[in-house]
């Protein structure tokens, strides 16, 4: 028994101390916590034994044993690393963040230790600009495939006809309203709005996260998503104060919440409302007829990625249709990649919260690259935060 | 040849004190020093720290006044609160428990320590959600009572989270207490509640002082719980500085407010002993 007991340890205490400042901070689940500090046992299971299972099939790169991402809650099937740990030797830790913000934060501030992290659509160019990302070599990437990927949620992860990212999902920004509590039929984020100061007083919730919070007061409003124009941002505070009292959180990880019947309402994106509507059919996802966020996840590798050559092989291993079908299958978010909606069963392709009909999603706006600088913004949330 | 004495005392006081002096220096005055010049900067447009030396960042320490109130009127009512039910227990302890009793229960204030606070945080989400006490309601038919994310569920995780940092400064100033004083009292015909406030409180306020300073002054950086048990919707200095360095990315704004609430604490500090002095009437009342 000559054993040091921190063998038996899941995770190291600097890799605790790290998953509890970012649990504190609000940024991930709580589901993520248990999981990664051993609380649950599933990662513990996952870095146990590096290498022990590596085939062939990537031997003729060395992949090392260990390498991480960035990503977003119940974003992934487990199974998915997992079966890649099996297929190539490779641990991957899994980092999970609530806002594009914090991303941009940690890689800024540099050594993230990211292989391999998931940006949204808008922020890909501040990324290029601040030289934190680099151009993919697609020798490494086969399994992406640019012919099937559909264009108009693909068109910004290239910029000056170079590939920086290859998207991952797309989806929308509704929200999701618990019926059974809720009697009222909401439409629209002026609704939302309206709703949530009347018959869900003390139960909706809004993101901790500037660009779906502030945009979507603005298009409650009849202004631009992306509005950063004093007097409209000026408008949109004055209605999120009028609201604040009346809510019952603001936070980014509202499953816990809308599964608990503590809140009944929430923003909510496409993933969590089709899994919140597949676990309770009562919970449903509603697309705003005035507006609302249209948004494309990618793949990118930030410059400094410690492992580059896992971060390759990981994304190609994920730009497989065969894996990102189960990836779709697990996350509830569509998909921008024809292969893979052939693939899928028909409950998923028919719906209407994962592939809603064109006419709901024409009102809707990507992020704009602006959003996530501007210091007014960023000031706003904050006096809302502080009301 | 043996070293000479003075040198050998010398040696031994730089062996103890080496390490720590050390480790201060490194992870607390140097990253210090950093935030002192980043306070001193400018946000760079795309967020993060930019060369500049403007008192730009200290100007604007107003946008987040409500956050410094929020937190000023938070640590001292948090610490009442804790002041209020840790008295009577230290109290139990220290006076009325029997030894082997005492042991035993001064064991279970302390348990709890051995576990993370954010678990216990956790444990206190699940218990004031829909499908803990309110759940317990509903079989009395009292429908939709909500607790979590409410200004209540605050002070309770506060009151919680900190007791026992509370209790134990109160239970040793009133262990050491001498119960000759009681006896002589209650002699010359005092009643126990004039024996309590004319002899026990007083003797015991060295305690109380440190346990009060104490909390209050982790309090003023209290971030965890009211994200958890306040949804989010109670802003203190703490959640400003995550906000700040995370998600605006406005760095050397982040540091001004950290070097502020430096200064603030430091000035809490100074106030509490000044009237922890006064209060004891001597200047041998030791704070932390």
């Known amino acids: 028994m000559s054993k040091d007991y921190k063998d038996n340890l899941p995770i190291s205490a600097e890799g605790f101390m790290d ?32 290498g022990a299972l590596s085939t062939p099939a990537y031997a003729a790169e060395d992949l090392g044993t260990q390498m991480s991402i960035a990503t977003w809650p119940n974003y992934h099937d487990p199974a998915t690393f997992e079966n890649f740990k099996a297929a190539t030797g490779v641990a991957v830790e899994v980092n999970v963040f609530g806002s594009n913000e914090e991303m ?5 501030a540099g050594a993230s230790g990211w292989s391999l992290f998931v940006p949204t659509n808008y922020t890909i160019s501040t990324h290029h600009k601040l030289g934190l990302i680099e151009e993919l070599d697609l020798s490494k990437i086969p399994n992406f495939s640019q012919a099937t990927e559909n ?16 998207p991952k999902n797309w989806g929308t920004t509704g929200f999701s309203v618990n019926t059974s509590k809720i009697k009222t039929k909401l439409s629209s984020w002026k609704d939302f709005f309206e709703i949530a100061q009347t018959e869900a007083d003390g139960r909706a919730m809004v993101h901790d996260y500037q660009l779906t919070t502030i945009g979507s007061a603005l298009v409650s409003l009849g202004y631009d998503f992306n509005s950063i124009k004093a007097d409209e941002l000026a408008k949109a505070e004055e209605l ?34 089709a899994q919140l509507n597949r676990d309770m059919p009562e919970l449903a996802y509603v697309l705003g007829t005035d ?68 006419a709901a999603l024409t009102p809707l706006e990507f992020g704009a690259a602006v959003t996530l600088t501007d210091p007014g913004r960023a000031e706003l949330m904050a006096r809302f935060k502080s009301a | 040849m043996p070293l000479p004495h003075a040198t050998k005392r010398r040696l ?22 950093a935030i002192i010049v980043f306070a001193f900067g400018e946000r760079a447009p795309e967020g993060g720290y930019q060369a500049a030396f403007t008192f730009e960042q200290f100007a604007n320490l107003g946008a987040r006044s409500a956050a410094f109130v929020n937190t000023l009127i938070l640590a001292p009512i948090g610490a009442a609160a804790c002041l209020i039910v840790a008295y009577p227990v230290a109290y139990y302890l220290a006076v009325k428990a029997s030894p082997q009793r005492r042991l035993l229960l001064v064991s279970l204030v302390v348990v709890p320590f051995w576990t993370s606070l954010l678990v216990r945080t956790y444990a ?47 239970y040793v100033s009133l262990e050491k207490l001498d119960r000759r004083l009681l006896e002589a009292s209650a002699d010359l015909g005092a009643k126990p509640i004039s024996t309590f406030f004319g002899i026990t409180l007083p003797l015991s306020l060295p305690g109380v002082m440190t346990g009060v300073a104490l909390v ?43 070097v502020t609430l430096v200064v603030v604490v430091v000035i809490v500090l100074l106030v509490a002993m000044r009237i922890a002095w006064r209060v004891a009437g001597t200047r041998q009342v030791d704070l932390i």
């Not at chain 1, 941009?104 to 800024?108: C, D």
């Not at chain 1, 599964?259 to 009944?264: E, F, I, L, M, P």
């Not at chain 2, 509903?138 to 979590?148: A, Q, S, W």
């Open chain 1, 291 to 358: 507006g609302g966020e249209i948004w494309t996840d990618y793949y990118a590798i930030p410059k400094d990625a410690p492992n580059k050559a896992a971060g390759y092989a990981l994304l190609n291993y994920l730009m497989d249709p065969q894996n990102a079908v189960k990836e779709h299958i697990a996350n509830g978010a569509p998909s921008t990649d024809s292969r893979v909606i052939a693939l899928l069963p028909k409950e998923v392709t028919s719906n209407k919260i994962v592939y809603p009909d064109e």
């Open chain 1, 151 to 166: 264009p108009r949620f693909t068109k910004e992860g290239q910029i000056d006809g170079k590939t920086y990212a290859v």
């Open chain 2, 12 to 33: 031994i006081t730089a062996a103890l004190v080496g390490p720590a002096s050390v480790w201060l220096f490194v992870f607390l005055v140097l990253p210090f020093i």
């Open chain 1, 19 to 50: 998953e509890f400042m970012r649990l504190k901070r609000g940024s991930v689940s709580r589901r993520h916590f248990l999981g990664v500090t051993g609380l649950g046992l599933a990662t513990a299971v996952l870095s146990r034994f590096p």
């Open chain 2, 124 to 170: 206190w989400m699940y218990l004031l959600g829909a499908r803990g006490i309110p759940h317990l309601f509903e079989f009395v038919g009292i429908e939709n009572v909500r607790l979590i994310n409410t200004p209540g569920a605050v002070l309770l995780g506060i009151v919680y989270g900190y007791l026992p940092l509370m209790i134990m400064p109160i």
């Open chain 1, 240 to 273: 999120l104060i009028k609201v604040k009292p009346h809510l019952f959180a603001i936070n980014s990880d509202y499953q816990p919440s809308m599964r608990s019947t503590d809140a009944w309402l929430t923003m909510c994106w496409t993933n969590d409302g």
């Open chain 2, 216 to 258: 209050t002054i982790l309090l003023l950086g209290e971030y965890l719980i009211p994200q958890l048990l306040g949804g989010g919707k109670v802003f203190f200095i703490g959640n400003a500085l995550v906000d700040l360095f995370l998600q605006s990315r406005n760095w050397p704004f982040g540091s001004a407010i950290a």
């Open chain 1, 104 to 108: 941009l934060a940690k890689l800024q």
